[in-house]
């Protein structure tokens, strides 16, 4: 019989937030995969370093963590191999994902490659949208409102049309994109609606009014999130 390999979502980086149900997962199976970047610790492991008991087999994947090298087909392709010959001896294989995995999560490269021939199960996770708006004190929508997930990586023209057809937006992946997002916040008079937040519920977590965000560029843990009719949860 085949093992199972499970996408575990671990929550946006508190190691409190990862639900029951991983955790269960993460303490039976007999193998545990993460990414990690190409030099030096993984994030995602980190944060269930202290439900770790060493019982595990270990497979740290190492890849790229640029956009411009992103995804690396090569190395999930490696990867699912790797992960292959482990389900196939019967063994379950626990892959962690920072945040939710199908929310713009790793995992999905992973599955894309895995769900045809072995079982996956994928379990859900406190997003980093969720977490960002919990730690801001700040509902994402209310009522009607149309809320937008955009990635800042989108051009500026497409940023602010999107913009203007919703009420809420979560701007994401912010990073080396901080000044041009930035200054099109600014230039739609919505300033004034906008927080920052950069690695939310992590102990380098860090609030700020976007108008006091001095920095030139933002780590990729950071999000804007903007309401046009700013508390409008209050109304």
Known sequence: ?????????????????????????????????YPAPEEGESLVRSIVADHLDGHHEEVCIRMPMVSARFPAQDVYDRAAADLGRHLDAGRDVAMLCEGDPFFYGSFMYMFGRMAE???????????????????????????????????????SEALERRIRDVDAVAIIKVGRHLPRVRTLIEAMGLTGSARYVEHATMASERILPLAEVADDTAPYFSMILLHARGDAWKV
Not at 5 to 33: C, W
Not at 130 to 141: I, Q, R
């Open 117 to 155: 021939h072995h079982p996956v199960e994928v379990v859900p996770g406190v997003s980093s949208l969720m977490a960002c708006a919990a730690t801001l004190g700040a509902p994402l929508a209310a009522r009607n409102d149309v809320l937008s997930v955009l990635p800042a990586t989108l051009a």
């Open 1 to 33: 019989m085949k093992g199972t390999l499970y996408g575990l979502g671990v929550g946006p980086g508190d190691p409190e937030l990862i639900t029951l149900k991983a955790l269960r997962i993460l303490e039976r199976t007999s193998v545990l995969a």
